[in-house]
């Protein structure tokens, strides 16, 4: 099954901790080849609704669909290999390996050798056309022999983003991409999903919603668990519930 105009759906999902439901019957439909943004203030269940989406949490109750196939149950290692990667708010690369090993170590996937520890460092030289070709693409070329850890924190978020890619997703999950980071990292971020999102799919959460304004196709608004509205910006931003929900919380902005 191909999952139709839809990659990724979520019917009637739930999460409930205890007697404290934080996510509630929510149906989300992520459309392909669109970037597809998931707000609202603070406890209004959108890290669990991700978490959920993204195979790091089980629901209670509901059904999760990827191209149509059920993967409510499925682990989060083999959704990846089914072409859905996501990212964290903290960056996970590898500080004491230059940029362009932390891209050979995401590629070994794409050779099947992930866990071949005893082979040499050569066993990844077919792998260095396509990490060149990422790093070129993200902008860290004069970063490429340095270590990691040299890099700024956008700079970290901008290689983790590669690494994420180096996975050929389908669809790709972004939690917070902009958490933490200067207004020019900001802007070159915004930049890169653009690019890196064609012919792919995006859902992030994200907090900027000057930057959910710029990228998203459409916005999901969540507010105690539910969905409060859904559309594009200039819909969701002009109703009454979101602005009395949402917009007026400067400290969400």
Known sequence: MTGGENILVAEKLSKSFGGFKAVSDVDLKV??????????????????????????????SGRILLNGEDITRTKPSAVTRMGMV???????VFPGMTVLENLRVALQRKLGISYHFWRSRSALDSVNERANELIAEV???????????????????????????????????????????????????????????????????EHNLNVVADLSDT???????????????????????????????????
């Open 139 to 205: 902008g860290l070329e004069a970063f490429k022999h340095r270590p990691a850890s040299e890099l700024s924190y956008g700079g970290k978020r901008t290689l983790e983003l590669a690494t994420t890619i180096a996975l050929d997703p389908e669809i790709l999950l972004l939690d917070e991409p902009m958490a933490g980071m200067a207004s020019g990292d900001i802007h070159k971020m915004v930049d890169l999903i653009r690019r890196v999102s064609q012919g792919r799919t995006v859902l992030m959460v």
């Open 86 to 92: 996501r990212s964290f708010q903290i960056s996970s």
């Open 31 to 60: 459309r392909r080849h669109t970037i597809h943004a998931l707000i609202g203030p603070n406890g209004a269940g959108k890290t669990t609704c991700f978490n959920l989406m993204t195979k790091f949490m089980q629901p209670t």
């Open 219 to 253: 916005i999901t608004v969540l507010q105690l668990g539910q969905v409060l509205a859904e559309g594009s910006y200039r819909e969701v931003s002009q109703n009454p519930e979101v602005i009395t929900a949402y917009m007026g919380d400067e400290d969400d902005e």
